[in-house]
């Protein structure tokens, strides 16, 4: 995911083809919204060149402290059970991943994102607008401050409600180096009908459910959940592909 330099010397990224196995497939027939934007070919991985891991650069200082605090906006206190969600950005060989732009998003207490296209009848809350964003620190550690988010429906299929989750983006050394993925809670009991969860290979399914933390969890404040992203190898966190973004 990310180049490296030694001295004035830019090292690529190597290549590695990801593990079919492990990968989630573009265009899934149960997720019906894939069959629209799937494309009919198999996808051509590209490897990186130095036009894609030059040029603008995220600068650590403009990311601040309160954008990892999701729960105050506006002058108040959002609703809903507070959650601290933290853990590693950690490479194939379970090495940490230092100075990554790690960014999400999701849906309020109630269910509902801050997004013109969801008008579903649910409260909006003035005090959330559902998005964070944090530098991972020298061991790759990132923790956000925020508010468990609730199930909401979609019309993907009859009755379809999407279990709680949280969505990410890691950024690398470059803009074009991006992953995004979903992080789930242990024990939804919505899991057996989301397409979107369970078009994730059955094998790497639970790299994508974060870990209930009571030893990180704050006394009359907070909860606390631990997800890892693993960029690659056995342990890789499901990540979607380009075609796979969706506000779902």
């Given at each position: 995911?990310?180049?490296?330099?030694?001295?004035?010397?830019?090292?690529?990224?190597?290549?590695?083809?990801?593990?079919?196995?492990?990968?989630?497939?573009?265009?899934?027939?149960?997720?019906?919204?894939?069959?629209?934007?799937?494309?009919?070919?198999?996808?051509?991985?590209?490897?990186?060149?130095?036009?894609?891991?030059?040029?603008?650069?995220?600068?650590?200082?403009?990311?601040?402290?309160?954008?990892?605090?999701?729960?105050?906006?506006?002058?108040?206190?959002?609703?809903?059970?507070?959650?601290?969600?933290?853990?590693?950005?950690?490479?194939?060989?379970?090495?940490?991943?230092?100075?990554?732009?790690?960014?999400?998003?999701?849906?309020?207490?109630?269910?509902?994102?801050?997004?013109v296209v969801d008008?579903?009848?649910?409260?909006?809350?003035?005090?959330?607008?559902?998005?964070?964003?944090?530098?991972?620190?020298?061991?790759?550690?990132?923790?956000?401050?925020?508010?468990?988010?609730?199930?909401?429906?979609?019309?993907?299929?009859?009755?379809?409600?999407?279990?709680?989750?949280?969505?990410?983006?890691?950024?690398?050394?470059?803009?074009?180096?991006?992953?995004?993925?979903?992080?789930?809670?242990?024990?939804?009991?919505?899991?057996?009908?989301?397409?979107?969860?369970?078009?994730?290979?059955?094998?790497?399914?639970?790299?994508a459910i974060s870990?209930?933390?009571?030893?990180?969890?704050?006394?009359?404040?907070?909860?606390?959940?631990?997800?890892?992203?693993?960029?690659?190898?056995?342990?890789?966190?499901?990540?979607?592909?380009?075609?796979?973004?969706?506000?779902?």
């Amino acid at each position: 995911m990310t180049g490296t330099t030694s001295g004035s010397r830019l090292h690529l990224p190597r290549y590695r083809r990801e593990d079919p196995s492990l990968r989630t497939p573009v265009g899934y027939p149960d997720y019906k919204s894939t069959g629209l934007r799937a494309p009919l070919r198999t996808p051509v991985d590209l490897p990186q060149r130095l036009t894609e891991v030059t040029g603008p650069l995220l600068g650590e200082d403009r990311v601040t402290a309160l954008d990892a605090d999701l729960t105050k906006r506006n002058g108040g206190e959002a609703m809903g059970q507070r959650i601290i969600v933290h853990g590693r950005v950690l490479d194939s060989d379970g090495r940490p991943v230092p100075h990554t732009l790690v960014e999400m998003w999701q849906a309020n207490a109630h269910g509902r994102y801050r997004h013109v296209v969801d008008n579903w009848p649910a409260p909006l809350d003035p005090h959330f607008d559902g998005l964070g964003r944090v530098m991972t620190g020298d061991q790759g550690r990132y923790e956000f401050l925020t508010i468990k988010p609730g199930a909401y429906p979609w019309r993907n299929h009859h009755n379809a409600w999407r279990p709680a989750h949280i969505h990410f983006s890691l950024f690398g050394r470059a803009f074009t180096q991006r992953l995004i993925t979903q992080m789930y809670f242990p024990d939804d009991p919505l899991f057996f009908q989301d397409p979107i969860f369970n078009a994730i290979p059955e094998g790497a399914r639970t790299a994508a459910i974060s870990r209930f933390d009571y030893d990180r969890t704050v006394d009359h404040w907070a909860l606390a959940f631990e997800f890892d992203f693993v960029l690659r190898g056995r342990d890789q966190t499901p990540f979607e592909t380009d075609d796979d973004g969706d506000v779902a």
